[in-house]
């Protein structure tokens, strides 16, 4: 499949005092959780913020008017609970949590629990669970799998009308080349707003190509 020219990424939103203490408070009992399990690489430990935090926030700024989510391997959290956090003031907003380490599920239960995020924990396989949820408006990924991997994963859902959006380092442009190609998806790329190398991807249906830029 062709590589797309990466689209510039939008403006960060702005981060209110209500989401500050949130996102504060989530990087607090990831920290207490750390020992235990290590969630995250302790190279990025001192770096949270920028690496996973900031990082995962660009998925709710590039798609600001999806409000049902699923988000595949959502281990630490992120994007999930981050997209959660954010959109937690709107009306019917959801992110569903698709993890299958029951460990990583009583972290990702607690920090629902103490930062009341609009989620809902699904331990299991992906392919097992991703068939019993409901319909949602995007599809969420980070450092999870291949594109082709995460492709054959959701084309089903995406052909139907949901969007995936999938962060992805340097190798993108390889593994989109890898990818087969499914005639009603269409790819864009966004540029990482917290790596020079990284894209953002988004995966939907063909009218996907039609819509305004990101983040609008």
């Known amino acids: 499949m062709r590589t797309p020219n990466a689209e510039t990424a939008p403006a960060a939103r702005p981060i209110d005092?209500?989401?500050?203490?949130?996102?504060?408070?989530?990087?607090?009992?990831?920290?207490?959780?750390?020992?235990?399990?290590?969630?995250?690489?302790?190279s990025t430990?001192?770096?949270?913020?920028?690496?996973?935090?900031?990082d995962s926030l660009q998925v709710t700024d590039i798609l600001p008017d999806a409000r049902r989510w699923i988000d595949l391997g959502s281990g630490a959290g992120f994007p999930g609970i981050v997209s959660a956090?954010?959109?937690?003031?709107?009306p019917g907003a959801v992110v569903h949590l698709i993890e299958s380490d029951h460990r990583k599920c009583a972290f990702l239960r607690e920090v629902s629990r103490e930062t009341q995020a609009p989620v809902e924990v699904h331990r299991g396989r992906i392919e097992d669970v991703l068939p019993t949820l409901p319909a949602v408006d995007a599809i969420s990924a980070r450092a999870l799998a291949s594109m082709a991997v995460l492709t054959e994963m959701t084309a089903e859902r995406l052909e139907t009308g949901a969007i995936g959006i999938f962060l992805k380092g340097q190798d993108v442009g390889s593994e989109l080349t890898e990818m087969p190609i499914y005639s009603r998806l269409v790819i864009r790329l966004v540029a990482s707003r917290t790596d020079p190398l990284g894209r953002v991807v988004l995966l939907g249906r063909t009218d996907l190509a039609s819509m305004g830029g990101v983040g609008q």
Not at 45 to 54: A, P
């Open 85 to 90: 956090l954010r959109l937690r003031a709107e």
């Open 17 to 42: 005092p209500d989401l500050e203490a949130r996102l504060s408070l989530f990087e607090q009992i990831l920290l207490k959780w750390q020992p235990k399990m290590n969630l995250v690489a302790p």
């Open 45 to 54: 430990l001192k770096s949270i913020r920028i690496r996973h935090i900031e």
